[in-house]
């Protein structure tokens, strides 16, 4: 019996493993082994971590890092502050009962934009806002000062349907009668949803917060929709991978080089993983100690 269960495992697992090995591990190996190699000549020579020396230390190249990190940092900072309470107020509200039968049309049309290509949203986003015939007379996207808030909120737009989901199914999987307990109490409306409701889906925060992390340290096909390779005004717009897609493959004036393209994503890899590390160490400690 066991070996059975064993082959569909096997059988369910290695297609997807197979797809993710291809596409995901062994890509990014070899860019992390690229890293370490100048291949300008004839035969590629191992230089070991004098490319990330370059990066951070060459005046251009690291002066671009350091900008596009910081402004990573900030499209992370307003997805996590916009997005998520606007997701969790949406959720509040499909599972309050005060929608009644249109719950299921409402959390449909709110999810609608996340299954959008980037491309369309972009270019939806592009003519309600253009200052000749759009609902704004202003250049948004054309000041340094607006123009990344301006792309961090129409991905949020965009986006804000998935922590609505998650934290909608949270709160549908709070136990029925701990609610009707704190009715007979009389609790009302908010203080049942700030007392007892917020603090049972409060785990699913964190793990909201990391995958936003992950999906905006990432970050690239919206910018790249509305901008193309060029970085935005002054380079306020770019991004780690937008960076990375210039270094790499040479555009907006900028030529290609491989290995220290490569260089951008092992380190937009390492900047992920350690975070991600992180989190899920202190998780893993707090079950335990929940177990003990």
Not at 85 to 100: N, W, Y
Not at 150 to 171: C, K, R
Not at 281 to 289: A, E, I, T, V
């Amino acid at each position: 019996m066991r070996r059975a269960q064993y082959r569909y495992f096997l059988a369910f697992t290695l297609p997807a493993l197979a797809v993710y090995v291809a596409f995901a591990a062994l890509p990014l190996l070899n860019s992390m082994y690229y890293s370490l190699f100048d291949t300008d000549g004839a035969v590629a020579r191992f230089v070991g971590l004098d490319n990330y020396v370059y990066l951070f230390t060459n005046p251009t190249t690291s002066e671009r890092f350091w900008n596009a990190l910081v402004n990573n940092l900030e499209f992370f900072a307003i997805h996590l502050v916009v997005e998520v309470p606007v997701g969790l107020l949406l959720a509040a509200l499909l599972t309050s009962g005060r929608l009644r039968r249109s719950t299921g049309l409402y959390r449909t049309l709110l999810f609608i934009p996340t299954t959008l290509s980037v491309v369309i949203v972009g270019f939806i986003w592009r003519l309600i806002i253009n200052p000749l015939w759009g609902l704004v007379d202003y250049p948004l996207l054309g000041n340094e000062n607006t123009a990344l808030p301006t792309i961090s909120l129409m991905s949020v737009w965009q986006y804000v349907g998935i922590p609505m989901i998650f934290l909608y199914a949270a709160l549908l999987a709070v136990p029925g009668d701990v609610l009707e307990a704190a009715r007979v109490e009389g609790a009302g409306g908010w203080t049942t949803f700030w007392r007892i409701k917020f603090p049972l889906i409060a785990p699913q925060f964190g793990l909201i917060a990391i995958l936003t992390y992950i999906w905006t340290f990432n970050g690239f096909d919206l910018v790249f929709a509305l901008n193309g390779s060029a970085p935005g005004p002054n380079y306020s717009t770019d991004i780690l991978g937008t960076l990375f897609y210039r270094t790499f493959f040479g555009s907006s004036g900028q030529l290609a080089d491989l290995d220290l393209g490569a260089t951008v994503a092992s380190v937009i890899f390492l900047i992920i993983l350690i975070i991600t590390g992180a989190y899920f160490g202190l998780l893993h400690r707090r079950l335990k100690s929940y177990e003990l």
